[in-house]
């Protein structure tokens, strides 16, 4: 199947602080997802991608679908303690013929401090 | 409307028992896929149901398995635990339709599972 790499792993910052996190794959994917899972939760979708090149935002977030098709950004700016927690992309594995069944990145854990 | 509820949402078993969790997914909504996550391997998807028929499945052995109802409520069964099937299983709700497209996924919290 397809995996996705993400990097980094972990981040600390400072709250005010802007934030980039990002992931690679050696195969295409067609949709890129950024969730994020808060302690106790299941992953939250914050945006979703369709198109290469495409640049999305959601408040403070901002998501970008690379133009291989092969990578994607997120950037948090301006971050606040609420945005503590782990961040995941994700794609449907086209491998597996199917938009229901995602493949997941490793995960960013942010700290933020106030 | 209510979100995706799963339980119980914690549980303890042995090696060698089995385990049954369970899944009510938003209303309307008739595709309810499961993944398990621990912290080596990250999210990993088990299988997706839709319509009480499995339509998806992942790379888990037979011991995992699941079934959908006619409500779409759906449950996942692990005969024989492991250690290593300790774990949060998640499930994820949607309406099943996107055809060649994606549409969201609604994720539950979860229910973590830890095999003595």
């Known amino acids: 199947g397809q995996q996705l790499n993400q990097s980094p792993q972990s981040m600390f910052i400072q709250e005010g602080e802007d934030v980039s996190m990002n992931c690679t794959s050696s195969?295409?994917?067609?949709?890129w997802l950024w969730y994020k899972q808060d302690p106790g939760e299941g992953p939250v979708l914050l945006i979703a991608?369709?198109?290469?090149?495409e640049l999305t935002s959601n408040g403070r977030l901002t998501a970008q679908f690379g133009i291989t098709r092969k990578d994607s950004f997120l950037n948090i700016s301006a971050s606040i303690p609420s945005d503590v927690g782990i961040y995941f992309c994700a794609g449907p594995d086209l491998s597996g013929g199917s938009n229901y069944k995602l493949t997941f990145g490793k995960g960013t854990l942010l700290t933020v401090n106030p | 409307k209510a979100g995706v509820t799963q339980t119980p949402r914690y549980l303890i078993k042995t090696r060698g028992q089995q385990v049954t969790l369970s899944c009510s997914p938003i209303s309307g909504h008739r595709s309810v896929s499961w993944y398990q996550q621990t912290p080596g391997q990250g999210l990993q998807f088990l299988f997706e149901y839709f319509s009480e028929t499995q339509r998806n499945k992942g790379n888990f052995p037979g011991r995992f398995s699941g079934r959908q109802f006619s409500n779409s409520r759906s449950e996942m069964n692990v005969s024989t635990l492991e250690l290593g099937d300790s774990a949060l299983y998640l499930c994820a709700s949607s309406f099943g339709l996107a055809g060649g497209g994606w549409e969201t996924q609604y994720f539950g919290p979860g229910t973590r599972l830890l095999v003595l």
């Open positions: 991608l369709y198109k290469a090149g």
């Open positions: 195969s295409i994917f067609n949709t």
